[in-house]
């Protein structure tokens, strides 16, 4: 009896744990692996076998589908971390976090290189210049987005708007209209390895932890969410709101900066024309798939996480499966349509009438 | 108050960047004079040779053809609505026209950046039409959808030149000028037989990396290269595409090399980008390319980067895809106001790269081609 008591307390608490349903989309995703393998005659678990690979210009390095994920998945689990805030403070969505990242990629690429250098093998200026300079691209976008956003009191949608056509047009300005090609090893560090370990996942791990410490260490997390439930119940009881809903925008742009750093190392040059090319999107599907209302208020990190893995786990497994490119998008969407709709709010109540009516039928 | 004015500075600092960058970006601008370029001379287009005598004696020409125009003030005007300016190779395009149809040979451009908006394409050619420029030239976004505008173009009486894309539903244009992608795809497969029964390899199993599904260099170079494979009985393992651009090369052939490990011996990119991409993917799987190696990487579009690695050994062959079309327009212009009828499609001459040891004898359709050997000279005047 007293088993059986525990079991369903424990059941309860799995049934409201609230990244339950984002656990299970990636769980999902990855076991179509595990069928096709099988169906194929491989191992059915080679999908997640990591391994040690020797390469030709990186030493020893991990290997693997699940390495993949981490690794290409990165960029977008960063700009979800400061699009769920953002969300939750403003109720609206930053869309122009790629082509800020295109921006920064190409403010950064173009000091490294020197203005008007198609490619280069030296750089021009130290590194930690270029670094620094991409950070600041990304912070002044996310302040002049939040500017207009919280002190102007112009819509999410349209104040990003705004920077979402101009950002990438001003990033092919600063490239003189070309690829900037910076074929130097250091600058490919932040998209290369550290010792075994792909970089970004690192890099991804750190603005992960700065985050979730800073959310939980201080009343941070609690401010924004009250912002974003209440923004005027909120001035009222105190909290400058506007510098608030300012500063998610602020953190939103300087991750936006730090993703196209990673992904401009990726291939140690600056492509504005396609770096971070609809990632805006893949952040806020990042959000939605983490089971976070896009109306703001109450946020959960960790979903917006899981959502962004996500995303990299289906593109990955449709690579993986060999599904032929001009049909890929039509799966990923089928699969998109099903993981936001057993999220939905009705379907979500639907289930639950049914458990209540049978536990009500065994009472 | 202070963080106040500091973002209010931040934002102005801003608009200014936004008002420069729509500035310079909203099209329209009439193009300074800039200096004639190689092989610019209608002599040269119609006999394209890469002696550098030749170009120079074919600038001289351009130079005294151009005074003479200039001389009897007879100048042409010509409006030039281009796709954008997404990449390197869009950007050399550009700059081949303004360079060709500039001040000094006698030329009045306007030049309209489409940024690859359709509509403001077809406003841009009415704008044009309205202008009463001599000649059109259109690089289309869309291949439909032209019907319309280019009859507006014959009843006002400007011929009209498409370079680049094609046009599918309308014939009322002079001519078209640019590149034969399926000829390139042909070249690649024909050179990979040549090489493959120089080097005594027996099976080929090829990965492809395509380009932007849909794009009429995916499509030819794709049907091209997949026609030879079909004749000689190779297997091409996967095609996937890496939408012409680095990263989604490097994505792709991650992917491949863990589905195909040790599976294949030749990985067809049909850009120079995704080759950058598929190089880094193969070294981080310690698969070993380019010439001597276990694995043939194949690249088209041949721009100066792809040549340095050419050049540096890791690309095996690289076809050229040539974005020079400016010189064979104004061969068709020549022709046009002359009262002679130009040809309707006018295919641009492309090379074949490759270092020594790849360099093979191959023919296409029976018509035997010449590649040319990447040197430091052919690096440097690669746009």
New interface residues.
């Given amino acids: 009896m007293n088993t059986d008591r525990k079991k369903a307390h424990f059941l309860t608490k799995v049934k409201n744990w609230p990244l339950l349903l984002p656990v299970v989309s990636l769980i999902l995703v990855m076991a179509v692996n595990i069928v096709h393998d099988a169906a194929t005659g491989v191992n059915p678990l080679s999908f997640f076998i990591i391994s040690l690979n020797e390469t030709t210009s990186n030493g020893t390095i991990l290997y693997g589908r699940i390495i993949d994920i981490l690794n290409r998945g990165s960029e977008v689990a960063i700009l979800a971390l400061g699009m769920t805030l953002v969300v939750s403070s403003s109720a609206g969505t930053d869309i122009s976090v790629g082509s800020v990242m295109s921006l920064s990629a190409s403010f950064c690429c173009m000091l490294l290189a020197g203005y008007g250098v198609s490619s280069t093998n030296e750089l021009a200026v130290p590194l930690v210049v270029g670094v620094l300079a991409a950070l600041f691209m990304g912070a002044l976008c996310g302040a002049f987005n939040g500017t207009l956003v919280a002190y102007l009191g112009i819509q999410p949608m349209v104040a990003t708007l705004i920077l979402f056509s101009a950002a990438r047009a001003i990033g092919l300005l600063l490239c003189n209209d070309l690829i900037v090609y910076v074929r130097n090893d250091s600058y490919g560090y932040f998209g290369g390895f550290t010792g075994p370990i792909p970089t970004p996942i690192i890099i991804a791990a750190i603005c992960i932890a700065i985050v979730a410490i800073t959310l939980n260490k201080t009343s941070m997390g609690m401010y924004i969410q009250s912002v974003g439930i209440n923004s005027k119940a909120s001035r009222i009881a105190g909290l400058n709101s506007k510098r608030i809903i300012f500063l998610t925008y602020l953190i939103c742009g300087l991750f936006a900066g730090v993703a196209g750093l990673v992904n401009s190392s990726r291939i140690t040059s600056a492509d504005s024309n396609n770096i971070g090319l609809y990632y805006e999107m893949d952040a806020i599907l990042a959000v939605a798939l983490g089971g976070n209302s896009l109306g703001g208020g109450k946020f959960n990190l960790a979903g917006s996480i899981i959502g962004a893995y996500t995303i990299q786990a289906i593109t990955t497994t449709l690579y993986a499966l060999g599904v032929s490119t001009d049909q890929a998008p039509v799966f990923k969407a089928i699969i998109v349509i099903i993981i936001v709709a057993i999220q939905a709010p009705p379907i979500k109540a639907y289930f639950r009438k049914k458990s209540l009516e049978k536990g009500v039928a065994k009472a | 108050m202070k963080?106040?004015l500091l973002?209010?500075v931040?934002?102005a600092?801003?608009v200014a960047?936004?008002v420069?960058?729509?500035g310079?970006?909203a099209s329209q601008t009439t193009e300074p004079a800039a200096e004639p370029t190689e092989a610019a001379a209608t002599e040269a287009a119609a006999e394209p040779t890469e002696e550098v005598a030749d170009v120079e004696a074919a600038e001289a020409e351009i130079a005294k053809e151009a005074a003479d125009a200039v001389a009897d003030g007879e100048t042409i005007t010509i409006g030039f609505a281009q796709v954008g300016?997404?990449?390197?190779w869009r950007?050399a395009s550009t700059k081949s026209c303004q360079d060709v149809f500039s001040a000094d040979n006698g030329y009045d451009l306007t030049f309209v950046d489409c940024d690859n908006d359709s509509a403001a394409q077809l406003e841009a050619v009415r704008g044009f039409i309205e202008q009463g420029l001599d000649y059109i030239i259109i690089d289309p976004i869309v291949s439909t959808g032209w019907d319309t505008v280019l009859t507006e173009c014959e009843d006002a009486g400007i011929p009209v030149i498409v370079i680049d894309r094609t046009i599918d539903d309308s014939d009322k244009y002079a001519a078209w000028v640019g590149s034969n992608f399926k000829t390139e795809g042909l070249a690649a497969g024909e050179w990979l037989k040549a090489y493959a029964e120089k080097n005594g390899i027996k099976e080929i199993n090829a990965l492809v990396i395509?380009g932007t599904?849909?794009a009429s260099a995916q499509i030819g170079r794709s049907d091209g290269f997949k026609e030879i494979a079909d004749r000689e009985g190779w297997t091409i393992l996967?095609?996937?595409?890496g939408?012409f651009?680095?990263?989604g090369g490097?994505?792709?052939m991650?992917?491949y090399c863990?589905?195909y490990d040790g599976k294949f011996n030749v990985v067809v990119c049909q850009n120079d980008?995704e080759a950058?991409?598929a190089m880094?993917a193969?070294?981080?799987?310690?698969?070993?390319y380019g010439p001597g190696n276990d694995v043939i990487l194949i690249s088209f579009d041949a721009c100066?980067?792809g040549l340095?690695d050419v050049k540096a050994g890791k690309i095996t062959a690289d076809f050229e895809c040539n974005p020079l079309a400016a010189p064979f327009v104004e061969e068709v212009i020549a022709q046009l106001a002359a009262g002679e009828e130009p040809e309707k499609e006018v295919y641009m001459e492309e090379h074949w790269y490759a270092l020594p040891d790849a360099i093979v004898d191959f023919s296409i359709d029976g018509e035997a081609q010449t590649m040319t050997e990447v040197t430091d000279d052919v690096i440097a005047a690669q746009y």
Avoid at chain 2, 238 to 241: H, I
């Fill in positions: 963080k106040k973002s209010l931040l934002s600092v801003m960047g936004l420069a960058g729509c310079s970006s300016h997404e990449s390197d950007t395509s599904t849909g996967d095609e996937q595409t939408d651009t680095e990263e490097q994505q792709v991650e992917s863990k589905s980008n950058f991409g880094t193969m070294d981080n799987a310690g698969v070993k100066t980067a340095e």
